[in-house]
């Protein structure tokens, strides 16, 4: 859905990875930390002492994330796999056949 309107504003939709870990790798110094609860909104980072809000923390990676690939091609970033040992894809409902 998202493609039509990056189409309208001369823009380009690109894609992130589904088990990207965004909120996880400090945006300043890139440490990661481990499993987060959802209810710790901000934090600071016990490798370089910033103190970043959650969100603020995951749109910064996400914004170098696509700095990434628009710079280096669509295979640059970091690439995870699912628990099952596939990479991540659109999910998309089977179709059936009239």
Do not use: H
């Amino acid at each position: 859905m998202p493609e039509y309107k990056a189409d309208w504003y001369g823009r380009e939709v690109i894609a992130v990875d589904r088990w990207f870990p965004s909120s996880k790798p400090c945006s300043a110094c890139g440490a990661l930390r481990s499993r987060t609860p959802l209810n710790v909104r901000t934090w600071t980072c016990e490798n370089c002492g910033t103190t970043r809000g959650r969100n603020v923390n995951a749109a910064r990676n996400l914004l170098a994330a696509r700095l990434a690939v628009s710079v280096c091609g669509a295979g640059a970033g970091p690439r995870r796999r699912t628990p099952s040992g596939q990479p991540a894809t659109k999910q998309k409902p089977p179709r059936r056949e009239p």
